[in-house]
């Protein structure tokens, strides 16, 4: 499959934030006795009576117009920028697809070793950095944040990646004393292997290093805007693993028993293999 879409990244991530329940202000209580007199008489009844828009990012702490156009506000800047961070996040993951090898696979009948390091492509971090939202410079710092942590897990994973791959059955009974170039059965990267890195990945190690990444521990709601992110791009990649297909991958080698006087079918030792750009699909 492509990668991931960027469209249901994001209302993964709009969906986790709204599940936190954030109000707008967020230590607002209703004015009581001689003051919420006060406060009542100070709006018009319009003005108390605004609708709450529940499927916003943050929800008006009251029906007071203000505690509403200020939820709205907030999270018209929090939606931007999700909807931003994962346009990027998915171009980039896109172009390390289009980019990414399989530079070295070790062939023993129809079984193909992928070590470690299989998975060769371009850094994501600048890829998804030169489109992540940088419209000013208070976007920055979670732009990089974002980004430098979601590129730092994918090089560890993809570094890491270890596993197998199977070759049509001629390889394991080769009636030549070579095999020719064929490609791999396909299979997803789910099946085909796994890597430690894959503990980057996991959402509290995904929150916690864009946190420390931010540095700004008083940042308003960001631990709930990287938890949502971090959520969002670890369901992506467990639905992108499980159905991405490694395929097109070239092997080849010798079958030592072809030999006179036998002549005799055998299983190729020794081959070798190797993915070219366009081997995940």
Known sequence: MPAPQSSLMKLQAKNKFMSFGITIPTDWKQPQGTEGDH?????????HNKPDTSNRLFRPASTNIHHAQAAKDIGDIFETFIDGICDAICSA???????????AVMITANVGILPPGGLLGPPKMPLAFCQAPLTSPSLIPYSTAVCTTIGNAWLTWATGFTGTLQFPPTFATCPSPF???TPNIPMPVK????SPGEAMLAVPALKGSMIGLLGNPTAAFAPEL???IAEAYKFMFDQWAATTMISNVMGMGANPLFVPPAFAPG???????????????
């Not at 993951?93 to 530079?103: K, S």
């Not at 299983?267 to 699909?281: E, S």
Request: charged share 10%.
């Open 179 to 181: 095999h020719p170039p």
């Open 226 to 228: 990287f938890e949502s």
């Open 39 to 47: 406060y009542r008489d100070s709006f018009s009844s319009s003005d």
């Open 267 to 281: 299983p190729v030792l020794g081959g070798f293999g190797f993915g070219p750009p366009g081997c995940l699909v």
């Open 93 to 103: 993951w896109q172009q390390w697809m289009t980019a990414t090898t399989i530079p």
């Open 191 to 194: 099946s085909a292997g796994a």
